[in-house]
């Protein structure tokens, strides 16, 4: 379960005015004002580009740990044959 944090910063950002009236129209739906939706929009957009980001370092990160051990090798035969 998610944790409740209170929204305390503010932040303001311009955006089209249909999508003003998108936010308007869908807060009267779900009975939140707009700039709840937008913070909600906001949150999860950072949250999943968070993710994507981390995702991707751990995938760098196992392809390193896998082959590191024959690149050194590789870099070792390099090495020798100018001997």
Sequence with gaps: ?????A????????VHPD???KL???GDILGQAP???ASVAVSQYVAQQM??????????SELVKQTAPELVQ??????????
């Design 24 to 26: 308007r129209q869908l």
């Design 19 to 21: 999508m003003l009236a």
């Design 1 to 5: 379960m998610a944790t409740k944090q």
């Design 35 to 37: 700039s709840t939706l």
């Design 51 to 60: 993710r994507t980001i981390s995702a991707g370092e751990q995938a760098v």
């Design 74 to 83: 590789q870099l070792r035969l390099l090495g020798s044959d100018k001997s």
């Design 7 to 14: 929204r305390t910063a503010a932040l303001k950002i311009m």
